[in-house]
C-alpha cells in the first residue's frame, strides 16, 4: 500500500458499505443525497481533519493525526484513535473495516 494514495478528502459512502467495512470516496465522487456524510481529510504531513454530521444537520470538525501501520490506519482525533483494517485502496475509493 502506498501512503500517498491515502493523502486526500475522503468521504463516507454509507450506500456501498456493507457486512461491516465502510467504503468513502473522494469529495469529488457524484453522492446521492443524504443529510450529512462522516468524512476525513488525510494531509501528506500526517495531520488530519475528520468531519461529522452535528445534531442540526450542520457539519462538525476537529483537528487531528494520521498514520498507516502496514495494512491498518490509524486516525486520531479529540474523541480518541480510531483503527481500520484496509481492506482496499486507490484513487478512487478506501474499504476500511474497524479493527
Do not use: C
Not at 443529510?35 to 476537529?62: E, H, I, K, V
Not at 501501520?69 to 484513535?81: E, F, H, K
Request: proline fraction near 8%; glycine fraction near 12%.
Amino acid at each position: 500500500m502506498n501512503r500517498d494514495d491515502f493523502v486526500g478528502i475522503w468521504i463516507h459512502s454509507h450506500e456501498e458499505s456493507r457486512d461491516g467495512a465502510q467504503v468513502f470516496r473522494p469529495e469529488a465522487y457524484p453522492f446521492p443525497p443524504s443529510r450529512g456524510r462522516t468524512s476525513f481529510t488525510l494531509r501528506a504531513d500526517g495531520s488530519a481533519l475528520t468531519g461529522q454530521p452535528g445534531p442540526d444537520d450542520r457539519g462538525t470538525t476537529a483537528d487531528g493525526s494520521w498514520r498507516l501501520d502496514g495494512t491498518v490506519l490509524a486516525l486520531r482525533s479529540p474523541g480518541g484513535t480510531a483503527r481500520y483494517e484496509v481492506l482496499a485502496a486507490d484513487a478512487k475509493h478506501l474499504e476500511l473495516r474497524p479493527a
